[in-house]
């Protein structure tokens, strides 16, 4: 991202953001309220528009897409760049193994008997082989996150945004759901997480941003920001967190 620019009705709310994200990386987002987490992770899922600025995804080959262009495949850059936000928002009509075959099938042109296999090692991996012929509404929240977690994934995606997925769960329920996340890892997804789970930020991340009205005012490697932060803005939010 490179001097990212959004405003909604005059206001500036992400104010010139950079940021780089590799293959495999976690970088977590972290800052109050109304900073500008959501904004930033929409606008990389082109959910929003930006106003000014660029977002250059780079595939394999290093070629570059600037993905602000208009003229952009939207679909195409959503296969690539994978989104899952704080409510689960599964299918509530479909079973489990449904609501992960769905986007491969329709969207990305994969066979029904490919999908359904690789639902099912999706599934397998977070824990939940067992509810593939469940409904949404049967299983508890950290499950439904997972099985979200798992929908993102079968679509092969390069980039995973996560918005707050954790945010909406029983305390209890957020480790089984954070454990899949920092699986990714392994897989050369860059992982873009918006959290307010600082435990989690400083425990499994690469990278920490903090935001503060629609600005990067710090970012680095976990332990700089959360033991050595260098601006009293970071070390005045953190302290809210410590008790
Ligand atoms: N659709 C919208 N229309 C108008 N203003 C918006 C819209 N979406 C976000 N904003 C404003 O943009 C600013 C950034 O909001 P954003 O949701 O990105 O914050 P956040 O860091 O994700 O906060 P939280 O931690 O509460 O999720 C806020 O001032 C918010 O009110
Ligand atoms: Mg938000």
Redo the contacts with the bound molecule.
């Keep these: 991202m490179e001097q990212l620019r959004k405003s909604?009705?005059g206001?500036e709310?992400l104010r010139g953001i950079d940021l780089t994200v590799e293959p495999g990386q976690v970088v977590c987002l972290i800052?109050?309220?109304?900073?500008?987490?959501?904004?930033?992770l929409r606008c990389l899922n082109l959910l929003e528009t930006v106003d000014d600025g660029t977002v250059w995804l780079a595939d394999e080959s290093g070629a570059e897409q600037d993905v602000t262009d208009p003229r952009v495949d939207v679909d195409g850059v959503r296969r690539r760049v994978g989104i899952v936000f704080q409510a689960y928002n599964l299918f509530p009509h479909l079973s489990v193994l449904q609501n992960l075959v769905l986007a491969p099938t329709r969207a990305a042109g994969v066979s029904r008997q490919a999908a359904r296999e690789r639902a099912l090692a999706l599934l397998e991996r977070v824990g939940l082989a067992d509810k593939a012929g469940a409904y949404p509404d049967a299983l508890s929240g950290g499950q439904q996150q997972r099985v979200a977690l798992a929908r993102a994934l079968a679509m092969d995606p390069e980039v995973l945004l996560l918005d707050?997925i954790t945010s909406a769960l029983d305390p209890l329920l957020v480790g089984e759901v954070l454990d899949v996340v920092k699986g990714l890892r392994a897989d050369g997804i860059a992982v873009v997480m918006?959290t307010?789970e600082m435990a989690f930020a400083r425990e499994a991340s690469d990278v920490v941003a903090f935001?503060a009205d629609?600005e990067i005012v710090e970012i680095g490697p976990p332990e700089q920001l959360f033991d050595a932060p260098r601006d009293p803005r970071t070390a005045a939010f953190l302290a809210r967190f410590r008790s």
């Design positions: 909604y009705h206001t709310v800052g109050a309220s109304g900073s500008g987490k959501s904004t930033l707050e918006a307010h935001l629609g």
